[in-house]
């Protein structure tokens, strides 16, 4: 029986790849296309019951069997199934092949060699499948975002011969009347058990959360012999024929979607990390002309950042130093230094800053920012300093 066959192979291909799914949870619809090839039909007896010629066993004639050709054909199906959270996924299927008949091949039906019609196959199956996950193997030859199943099902099948016919110019034959070699035809139908091996790969759409692609090889078998009714056309005679045909097997390569309604989407690109706040300075620098009190437009700007500063700092007190270079004497420099700091501080007080909240000193020329000779007129040294305390 092919199903121990079916079983086996899918054993054998998964094994290299035996691995955590990557797990379908919920509810999922299904559907593929893709081409059918089916085995050629082995024709294992004929009879002709109202020509008193009963069913005749090809093979035990020591005929050669006669099979059936056909031409690569159409299958399609639809799923429903859910998937439980763990890889394992149950699913019910409906599908359909197709297969034209293109002539006869084998000796038991000696000059009927012509074949036309189309066998149409209507089935339902019970699918359980499995999805694996490569990425626990490690395997790098498999694309992480590749997730490969396998499946079997079990169900049943109708097989329909439509609009078949057999031809030829077959002489006499034996078990076959003289003359009797004109034309087969049927539109008969008959049902089996069927059973499948299934293995493929879902490729899932980034964009689309539960959205996938499905790539698949099935085995289809139907289970048993079938006997067709026919009916033979000879000049002057029309009969009713019995033929027998083997066990079926299908085999089937599709391309399909897979979508699963309660996917959860994919997670938020990461957000990039806010750029650090720059903390307002604490200090400010305000430089004077030599020999000068008076505020610069340089000067102001920098008054003005100190000033917006104090709102964005927690800040108990500001203060404000005058201080100048070593150029004159030491009595002049402190009143200098004096006068600059009050300068600064009543520009802060326009600017909004409450004026209890600063305190106001001259240093003359105690501390310079760069040690100079006595006499030496330095820029730098010419300074106010706002310190937010």
Do not use: C
């Not at 998937?83 to 034209?100: A, D, F, I, M």
């Amino acid at each position: 029986m092919k199903l121990r066959s079916a079983l086996l192979a899918a054993t054998v291909l998964a094994a290299p790849i035996a691995a955590k799914a990557e797990a379908v949870s919920g509810l999922y619809i299904g559907a593929g296309a893709g081409a059918n090839f089916l085995q050629n039909e082995k024709v294992k007896s004929v009879g002709f019951p109202e020509a008193g010629i009963a069913q005749t066993n090809l093979d035990v004639r020591g005929l050669t069997s006669t099979k059936i050709k056909t031409n690569v054909g159409f299958v399609g199906l639809f799923s429903i199934g859910y998937g439980l959270g763990n890889g394992l996924r149950l699913e019910v299927e409906g599908n359909y092949r197709s297969n034209k008949f293109n002539g006869i091949s084998g000796g038991a039906l000696q000059g009927f060699n012509r074949a036309g019609g189309d066998e149409r196959k209507y089935g339902g199956m019970v699918n359980v499948l499995y999805d694996f996950d490569p990425n626990v193997l490690g395997l790098g030859f498999f694309p992480a975002a590749i997730s490969p199943y396998v499946g079997v099902g079990a169900g049943y099948v109708w097989a329909q011969h439509q609009n078949v016919r057999f031809s030829g110019n077959p002489g006499p034959v034996a078990g076959f009347p003289a003359g009797f070699n004109e034309l087969a035809r049927t539109n008969d139908g008959r049902g089996a058990f069927a059973y499948q091996g299934i293995v493929g790969a879902a490729f899932p759409i980034a964009s689309v959360p539960g959205l996938a692609i499905t790539t698949e090889y099935r085995f289809l078998g139907m289970q048993g012999e079938r006997t067709y009714n026919y009916q033979y056309f000879a000049p002057g005679v029309s009969t009713r024929a019995r033929i027998r045909f083997n066990e079926e097997y299908n085999h089937s390569a599709m391309l399909g979607v897979r979508y699963a309604f309660n996917a959860a989407p994919p997670p938020p690109p990461p957000m990039a990390e806010p750029a650090p706040v720059r903390e307002a300075a604490r200090t400010y620098l305000v430089f004077f002309d030599w020999d000068r009190a008076d505020l610069t437009d340089r000067a102001r700007q920098i008054i003005a950042e100190a000033a917006q500063a104090t709102t964005r700092v927690q800040v108990t007190r500001i203060e404000v130093s005058g201080h100048t270079d070593r150029s004159g004497t030491p009595r002049y420099n402190q009143g200098l230094s004096v006068r600059r700091a009050q300068n600064v501080a009543s520009e802060l007080v326009r600017l909004g800053v409450p004026r209890q909240a600063i305190t106001v000193q001259g240093f003359g020329e105690s501390r310079p920012l760069v040690q100079t000779a006595d006499g030496v007129r330095e820029p730098q040294n010419r300074r106010v300093e706002i310190v937010l305390r």
